[in-house]
């Protein structure tokens, strides 16, 4: 099964698809990950993305495509996978239609957290991330068990991402409703959409999305 979690940042989506990784056995494709990565190796498409994603701006269509094509050829072809981040504009949302078609693959559901912009910003800011295996925390709405140190790892190396600051969130929201919103309703006439509340708590989020992937 392949599906989009659809969401403004700080949705919650980064947070879901770990859950169904673990859960199912999904494989989750975050292309804000594999351009940190990038970034982080000083790869060329590193070199393009950095000043872009600091200033809570999009990277060139065809940048994305590209990676999100390589990793597929990665994966085998019954490797179910979550898209995180990704399509984000209604280019990326045809490559994507090409890039499935041409492996054999095609969508199952696209997921729509809906959430309260105000919330946004309180989730973005107290974001941190654990720098040794990537699980997600927040400082107030999941704080590691014990303090300062990661509970599935056990590492103290904990990461702020340098985007997650209130003004780039605001240029990041703007950039949703301008240029991901919109791509929605290719989706819609499909009949594969369905809206989650993304307020509820982690829990309740997580069950209403294994609800729509029972239903095949
Ligand atoms: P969040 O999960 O908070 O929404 P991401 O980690 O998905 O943020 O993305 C961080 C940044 O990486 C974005 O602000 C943008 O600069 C870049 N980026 C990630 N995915 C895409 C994409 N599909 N298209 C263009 N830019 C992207
Ligand atoms: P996204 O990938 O959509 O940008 P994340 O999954 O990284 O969002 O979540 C943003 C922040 O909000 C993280 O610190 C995460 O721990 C927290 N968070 C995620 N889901 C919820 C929720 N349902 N309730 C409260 N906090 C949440
Ligand atoms: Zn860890």
Do not use: W
């Not at 600091?54 to 597929?72: F, N, R, T, W």
């Not at 997650?164 to 605001?170: I, L, Q, S």
């Not at 791509?183 to 999305?209: F, H, N």
Request: aromatic letters at 4%.
């Amino acid at each position: 099964m392949d599906i989009i979690l659809l969401g403004p940042p700080g949705a919650g989506k980064g947070t879901q698809a770990g859950l169904l990784e673990n859960k199912f056995g999904m494989v989750q494709l975050s292309t804000g990950d594999m351009l940190r990565a990038a970034v982080k190796a000083g790869t060329e498409v590193g070199l393009k993305a950095k000043a872009l994603m600091d200033a809570g701006e999009l990277v060139p269509d065809e940048v994305v495509s590209g990676i999100i094509g390589d990793k597929l050829d990665e994966l085998g072809s019954d490797q179910g996978v979550i898209f995180d981040g990704y399509p984000r504009t209604a280019t990326q949302a045809v490559s994507l239609d090409e890039i499935l078609a041409e492996r054999g693959r095609k969508l199952d559901h696209v997921i729509e957290l809906v959430v309260d912009e105000d919330a946004l910003v309180v989730r973005i800011t107290g974001r941190f991330t654990c720098g040794n295996c990537g699980e997600g925390y927040h400082d107030t709405f999941k704080q590691p068990a014990k303090a300062d140190v990661c509970d599935v790892c056990g590492s103290s190396d904990f990461k702020r991402r340098p985007d997650d600051n209130e003004e780039t969130v605001r240029t990041r929201m703007t950039e949703y409703r301008a240029k991901t919103q919109p791509i929605l309703p290719i989706y819609e006439e499909r009949g594969i959409v369905t809206k989650i509340d993304g307020m509820g708590s982690m829990d309740d989020v997580s069950q209403a999305i294994e609800a729509v992937l029972a239903q095949n």
